[in-house]
């Protein structure tokens, strides 16, 4: 598996099974960002507590002790706190998770609730056609062009330099 970086994952690392995490990509190294464990910090954690360093490829992930990494698809089974939905109608965000029972936002406005029933069980979900909506990675960089000379460099280091906002 080719790793790249904003993929939504899971996994399981030092025996820890990690239903809702992201990989990033710092310096050619990948990190598995996710609120679990910490193991390896890189610089962006992604809005995550922790970050896990994997390595410069998916190729010797087991040596970081990490099995069984899998990337999410749109498939409404890998549901998770904090996971943005969407059918047909609407787009909302899964505001929490008790038991079988899935808490969503209201319709395209995650910070409030609706006034309307609000709760799915996963076969309400599908009923519905929810799916999970996964973010495409970001492009993370950007064209500096000083004194005529265009170079490309990561948008961290642009930020850093004041060069862009």
Not at 88 to 103: A, N, P
Request: contains cysteine.
């Amino acid at each position: 598996m080719e790793l790249k970086k904003g993929m939504r994952v899971t996994c399981v690392m030092a025996g820890t099974e990690v239903k809702d995490a992201v990989i990033q990509e710092e310096n050619t190294f990948f990190y598995i960002c996710q609120n679990q464990r910490g193991g390896g910090n890189c610089e962006d954690k992604k809005g995550y507590k922790y970050s896990w360093f994997v390595g410069s490829d998916a190729d010797n992930i087991e040596e970081h002790d990490v099995l069984y990494l899998r990337v999410v698809s749109s498939n409404i089974e890998g549901i998770f706190e904090g996971a943005i939905v969407k059918n047909q109608v609407c787009q909302r965000k899964v505001l929490g998770i008790c038991g079988d029972v899935h808490f969503l936002s209201a319709t395209d406005d995650f910070d409030k609730l609706p006034l309307h029933v609000s709760y799915y069980t996963m076969v309400e979900l599908k009923q519905h056609e929810y799916v999970l909506v996964v973010e495409e990675p970001e492009d993370d960089t950007v064209d500096i062009t000083v004194e005529g000379r265009t170079k490309t460099i990561s948008r961290t280091s642009a930020k850093e330099l004041n060069l862009i906002d």
